[in-house]
């Protein structure tokens, strides 16, 4: 190997080991807030949702405890929506209309928070992490390319919808966009949660509300992508005012 090659991989290694090493501080901060919430939360009885019911019973402060639960959830743990949901549905079979709204209040201030938080904290946090303001731009493009598949990604759940709203605010994504897609979203994720999906695959109907479902969702996106790609950044995107 020559000298020359050697001393640009010494470079790429010593260039890339700060962010990466950062990377790790950030998630190991995070994976530590979330525990300690988790764990607080259970300590404090805010997950026996069968003690609740017997204590408050079919009450607006059980409601209330649902919707501060999502939010807290949303917040400080990156994981689905359906470690509050189900169990809250279990506790309370008969009252799932009740479990179903407080939820979707809870979940959708939790998602805007994650998207405030972006907006003003994300891409500092990024350009902390990369110590380099042209990269983080270039990543913030990157992710604004993608806007068309936000939908998509919120409503399927291949990736946590926390984690795709904090990186909306970070890349400047309007904010009546990002509204009204996590609104529709949790309408859908949270009614499938709450309803079951293992009530659909019961019945022949069940398992054709879900292929329609998933050919609306592909036919939604590459509509959206269609649209986006006609439409001025401006249309989805806030764009930022240069120095």
Same mark, same amino acid.
């Given at each position: 190997?020559?000298?020359?090659?050697? !001393?640009?991989?010494?470079?790429?290694?010593?260039? !890339?080991?700060? /962010? !990466?090493?950062?990377? =790790?501080?950030?998630?190991?901060?995070?994976?530590?807030?979330?525990?300690?919430?988790?764990?607080? =939360?259970?300590?404090?009885?805010?997950?026996?949702? &069968?003690?609740?019911?017997?204590?408050?019973?079919?009450?607006?402060?059980?409601?209330? &405890?649902?919707?501060?639960? %999502?939010?807290? %959830?949303?917040?400080?743990? /990156?994981?689905?929506? %359906?470690?509050?949901?189900?169990p809250a549905c279990l506790a309370f079979p008969d009252c799932l209309w009740k479990v179903y709204v407080s939820s979707v209040i809870g979940i959708e201030i939790g998602t805007l928070c994650l998207f405030f938080i972006g907006k003003f904290g994300g891409r500092k946090i990024l350009n902390w992490i990369l110590n380099d303001k042209d990269e983080t731009?270039?990543?913030?493009?990157?992710?604004?390319?993608?806007? &068309?598949?936000?939908?998509?990604?919120?409503?399927?759940?291949?990736?946590?919808?926390?984690?795709?709203?904090?990186?909306?605010?970070?890349?400047?994504?309007?904010? +009546?966009?990002?509204?009204?897609?996590?609104?529709?979203?949790?309408?859908?994720?949270?009614? &499938?949660?709450?309803?079951? +999906?293992?009530? =659909? $695959?019961?019945?022949?109907?069940?398992?054709?509300?879900?292929?329609?479902?998933?050919?609306?969702?592909?036919?939604?996106?590459?509509? !959206?992508?269609?649209?986006?790609?006609? %439409?001025?950044?401006?249309?989805?995107?806030? $764009?930022?005012?240069?120095?």
């Amino acid at each position: 190997m020559k000298a020359e090659t050697k !001393a640009k991989i010494k470079a790429t290694l010593k260039k !890339a080991t700060k /962010p !990466a090493l950062k990377s =790790l501080l950030a998630v190991a901060i995070i994976v530590a807030i979330a525990l300690s919430v988790y764990y607080t =939360l259970i300590g404090l009885g805010f997950t026996d949702f &069968a003690k609740i019911r017997n204590e408050l019973g079919d009450s607006i402060w059980t409601y209330v &405890a649902i919707v501060f639960l %999502q939010i807290i %959830q949303v917040i400080f743990i /990156p994981i689905s929506n %359906q470690v509050v949901t189900i169990p809250a549905c279990l506790a309370f079979p008969d009252c799932l209309w009740k479990v179903y709204v407080s939820s979707v209040i809870g979940i959708e201030i939790g998602t805007l928070c994650l998207f405030f938080i972006g907006k003003f904290g994300g891409r500092k946090i990024l350009n902390w992490i990369l110590n380099d303001k042209d990269e983080t731009e270039k990543c913030a493009v990157v992710l604004r390319k993608g806007r &068309a598949f936000y939908p998509i990604g919120m409503v399927s759940g291949f990736i946590p919808d926390d984690i795709l709203t904090t990186l909306a605010g970070m890349s400047g994504y309007n904010f +009546w966009y990002v509204l009204g897609v996590s609104v529709f979203s949790k309408l859908i994720c949270v009614a &499938a949660t709450v309803w079951g +999906w293992g009530c =659909l $695959t019961r019945y022949w109907w069940g398992w054709v509300i879900m292929i329609v479902g998933s050919i609306l969702l592909l036919i939604g996106t590459w509509l !959206a992508y269609k649209w986006t790609k006609r %439409q001025p950044n401006k249309a989805i995107v806030t $764009t930022e005012k240069k120095d």
